[in-house]
């Protein structure tokens, strides 16, 4: 802990996330007496959040954090910023700890960083290999849809009679981070001391929800549509002419939207209804399914495109086999009980023969 704050002290830190600090009986030692300002929900925490620097604004929420997780929201200037100081006790389910993460992460807003000892070892953080604990938390980030910023080819943040990367900094997609490193020697710990500079918080508001136009074309005057939309470009072409390419990018946007709204018909849009058999489990394995996708199209190097991957297909096939169990389940029950109920609607709709809809093994 002396080591830590002269770290501290000598390199202007702003403010310190610790996980397994060292205590004593008035709470984290040294810093418990010193001018910073330790956020912590317990007399014993496994994670704190201690700021250094006394002119940035934290609030401690002290009604999110427990003894494994310390929660403070930092302001500075525009800048507002939810820190996450946790703590996956290894003797403990490693599901336990995520969970109670990720109901944190429901009710905090904004940008989000998250600096976590999870003890378990994945690909996603460039360690080895992945290990059960590893599954546990790489399906969190990835349902969660949280930024891994640890580096390939730093150093392994646990040094002692095995090497490991057990230590992970995430944030959601609104925060970037610069500097990342992962350095040994500058304290006699046998985990890394990881530093990095946070530059910017791009997240949006509030996210805000577009409504989905749909327009028909069929029966469009075309001549009549690119004379209206000539008529807007060229009300528009001082923001067109504009060096600033989202500007640029906005006012055609707009043109073409108003060209639409005069010249087209919307659209009738029919809301497809679910088939009978799916549940909001299906949902949930979907929607990680295509996060997976997304993270596996973003993937930066080879390595971490393999290591994604892997995970992909693994989710892939386990929704497939879900898949065919609860159609398989919903033919039983339904079909047992109401035999021209709708499991036989089911079946003919959409004008193809039964056998053609029959439920296919998924390994086929």
């Not at 496994?46 to 930092?74: C, D, R």
């Not at 302001?75 to 006790?89: A, E, M, P």
């Not at 087209?264 to 979907?286: G, H, Q, T, V």
């Amino acid at each position: 802990m002396h080591e830590i704050e002269g770290l501290l002290t000598r390199n202007s830190f702003d403010v310190c996330l610790i996980q397994e600090p060292a205590l004593d009986g008035k709470g984290v030692y040294l810093f418990d007496r010193r001018p910073y300002r330790v956020i912590a929900n317990s007399p014993k925490p496994k994670a704190t959040v201690v700021t250094v620097n006394p002119t940035i604004g934290i609030l401690s929420l002290q009604q999110l954090s427990t003894p494994h997780i310390a929660v403070a929201v930092l302001t500075v200037g525009n800048l507002r910023l939810t820190l996450i100081s946790t703590y996956f006790q290894f003797l403990e389910p490693n599901q336990t700890h995520a969970d109670a993460l990720e109901s944190v992460l429901d009710v905090v807003s904004g940008g989000v960083l998250v600096c976590v000892d999870v003890n378990a070892r994945s690909t996603v953080w460039h360690d080895l290999f992945t290990d059960d604990r590893g599954e546990i938390v790489v399906d969190f980030v990835s349902r969660k849809n949280l930024t891994v910023h640890n580096l390939a080819g730093s150093p392994p943040t646990l040094r002692n009679w095995v090497l490991a990367c057990l230590d992970i900094t995430l944030s959601s997609s609104g925060v970037r981070l610069e500097d990342w490193s992962a350095a040994h020697g500058l304290t006699s710990s046998d985990h890394a001391v990881i530093c990095f500079h946070i530059t910017q918080n791009s997240a949006h508001p509030a996210d805000r929800a577009y409504s989905f136009v749909k327009y028909d074309w069929s029966k469009t005057n075309w001549p009549e549509f690119r004379k209206n939309l000539r008529d807007h470009i060229g009300a528009r072409m001082t923001e067109l002419d504009s060096p600033d390419v989202d500007a640029s990018a906005s006012a055609l946007t707009d043109a073409l939207k108003a060209s639409c709204e005069t010249r087209m018909n919307k659209a009738r849009i029919r809301r497809l209804k679910p088939s009978p058999w799916w549940d909001k489990s299906l949902d949930r394995e979907l929607s990680a399914l295509r996060r997976w996708k997304t993270r596996l199209r973003n993937a930066k190097n080879a390595f971490s495109e393999r290591a994604i991957r892997n995970y992909y297909e693994k989710h892939k096939q386990r929704f497939k086999v879900n898949c065919f169990k609860a159609r398989r389940s919903f033919v039983t029950d339904t079909g047992n009980e109401k035999p021209w109920g709708p499991d036989y609607n089911w079946l003919k709709s959409g004008g193809v023969r039964p056998s053609q809809s029959l439920i296919a093994d998924p390994q086929s």
